[in-house]
C-alpha cells in the first residue's frame, strides 16, 4: 500500500499540511485517475481518513491516521537517503527543525539506556507473545 512512488509522495504531501485533492495534484502532478486509486488505497488501509468538507458538490479533505503519522521517520530517512547517495545538483534537501534551523539526524534511540548509537550495535530477535 505505501510501497510505490505516489502513495510515498501522497504521504510525504500530507505530512507538510495538505488536505484537499486539488492541492495533491497541484503539488504532485499527478493524474486525477492515479490520484483518486493511491488515496482509496491509503484511506482503505488505514493510512488516511477521508473527511466530507463540502455537500454541493462533494468534496473531501484525506488527513494522515495515527498510522499514517507513524510512517514519517521512515520518509524522513527516505529523504536522508536520497540526499547522500542520489546526485540532486544543486537542489539538495535539508530538514531542520523549524523553530531553531538545525538540521536533523535521525538515529537509533535506546530509551533503556538513554543513547544514540549505530545501526551496527542492533540485531533482530523475536518479540515473546505475552509482549505485544
Known sequence: ?????????????ALRGLRRFDEYQADLGIARPILTNRLRRLVDGGVMAKE???QHPPRYEYRLTPAGIALS???????QWGEHHMDHG????????????????QGFWCRHCAT??????????????SAK
Open 1 to 13: 500500500m505505501v510501497g510505490d512512488r505516489w502513495s510515498i509522495l501522497i504521504i510525504r504531501a
Open 52 to 54: 466530507q468538507y463540502q
Open 73 to 79: 521517520p521512515a520518509l524522513v530517512a527516505l529523504v
Open 90 to 105: 544543486d537542489n539538495d534537501v535539508v530538514l531542520v527543525h523549524a523553530p531553531c534551523g538545525t538540521e536533523l539526524e
Open 116 to 129: 544514540t548509537f549505530a545501526p551496527a550495535a542492533v540485531r533482530a530477535t523475536t518479540r515473546p507473545t
